[in-house]
């Protein structure tokens, strides 16, 4: 009995080299447990740095909107000094347009005041055009030598005639070139009308007896000449007075061609 005791005993026994041998104790060996909880905290510990790299790009980026926002703020103040300064621009501006197109309204009135002073300063100036040119000649006699001649009025009423001023106009041009024309400022308004109404005894000849008008007149006489004649070709009575048409009474007026009378 005791024998078979003692022959059992080494089986139940351990140890202290045994119980370091047991598989589940050696050193280096995890239980699939612990290895779970290590690849968990694992897992964690890379989402945590991840969430922190995000977190501080979230901060980067707040960073900047706060920037750009700041920025914006500055940008629509600005906009809208310079949106103020605009409107107040564009008011001088207008204001200045304004001022301007009352100037040159007040300037063509001025200017179409002194033309007309001239006009009437030469009111009683005839120009005869053609006569011959001689050295030393006197102007007032050529003029009252050719009245008689060309023009047919009596010895008697040539006499008559007054004349403040006879002239020739402009330098003295080359033996070969036209001869200048003569102006003559009569003393009577009356008999410089009837030296006038004699003038269509020139047709067909190289002489003319014109009114004397300002440059600017004469320019526009000369845009309304042929528009006198289309009138005059459909059979409206059409007549110049100065700067001005006439046809059938009426006053012609067109922004096109006669911009002066607006």
């Given at each position: 009995?005791?024998?078979?005791?003692?022959?059992?005993?080494?089986?139940?026994?351990?140890?202290?080299?045994?119980?370091?041998?047991?598989?589940?104790?050696?050193?280096?060996?995890?239980?699939?447990?612990?290895?779970?909880?290590?690849?968990?905290?694992?897992?964690?510990?890379?989402?945590?740095?991840?969430?922190?790299?995000?977190?501080?790009?979230?901060?980067?980026?707040?960073r900047?909107?706060?920037?750009?926002?700041?920025?914006?703020?500055?940008?629509?103040?600005?906009?809208?000094?310079?949106?103020?300064?605009?409107?107040?621009?564009?008011e001088?501006?207008?204001?200045?347009?304004?001022?301007?197109?009352?100037?040159?309204?007040?300037?063509?009135?001025?200017?179409?005041?002194?033309?007309?002073?001239?006009?009437?300063?030469?009111?009683?100036?005839?120009?005869?055009?053609?006569?011959?040119?001689?050295?030393?000649?006197?102007?007032?006699?050529?003029?009252?030598?050719?009245?008689?001649?060309?023009?047919?009025?009596?010895?008697?009423?040539?006499?008559?005639?007054?004349?403040?001023?006879v002239?020739?106009?402009?330098?003295?041009?080359?033996?070969?070139?036209?001869?200048?024309?003569?102006?003559?400022?009569?003393?009577?308004?009356?008999?410089?009308?009837?030296?006038?109404?004699r003038?269509?005894?020139?047709?067909?000849?190289?002489?003319?007896?014109?009114?004397?008008?300002?440059?600017?007149?004469l320019?526009?006489?000369?845009?309304?000449?042929?528009?006198?004649?289309?009138?005059?070709?459909?059979?409206?009575?059409?007549?110049?007075?100065?700067?001005r048409?006439?046809?059938?009474?009426?006053?012609?007026?067109?922004?096109?061609?006669?911009?002066?009378?607006?």
């Open positions: 009995m005791k024998k078979a005791q003692c022959a059992a005993s080494p089986a139940k026994s351990e140890t202290p080299s045994s119980k370091r041998l047991r598989p589940a104790d050696s050193p280096g060996t995890t239980s699939p447990a612990g290895k779970d909880i290590a690849d968990i905290l694992e897992s964690i510990d890379k989402r945590l740095s991840t969430f922190d790299a995000r977190l501080s790009l979230v901060e980067l980026l707040h900047e909107f706060k920037c750009l926002r700041e920025s914006l703020e500055f940008s629509q103040q600005q906009v809208e000094t310079l949106a103020a300064e605009n409107a107040t621009l564009r001088s501006v207008k204001c200045l347009t304004d001022n301007v197109t009352e100037l040159n309204r007040e300037n063509k009135k001025i200017k179409e005041t002194v033309i007309d002073l001239q006009a009437r300063s030469m009111r009683d100036n005839l120009v005869f055009s053609g006569i011959p040119e001689a050295a030393g000649e006197d102007a007032e006699t050529t003029v009252k030598s050719f009245i008689k001649t060309h023009l047919k009025l009596p010895e008697d009423t040539v006499k008559n005639i007054v004349f403040d001023r002239h020739r106009l402009g330098p003295i041009r080359a033996a070969a070139g036209r001869p200048r024309p003569i102006v003559a400022k009569f003393g009577h308004f009356k008999q410089k009308e009837h030296v006038k109404s003038g269509r005894e020139l047709k067909g000849t190289d002489f003319s007896v014109n009114d004397q008008f300002p440059k600017e007149i320019e526009r006489r000369r845009v309304l000449f042929p528009i006198r004649r289309g009138f005059i070709q459909k059979g409206s009575r059409a007549v110049i007075a100065v700067d048409l006439y046809v059938d009474g009426q006053l012609h007026r067109d922004p096109d061609t006669t911009p002066w009378l607006y």
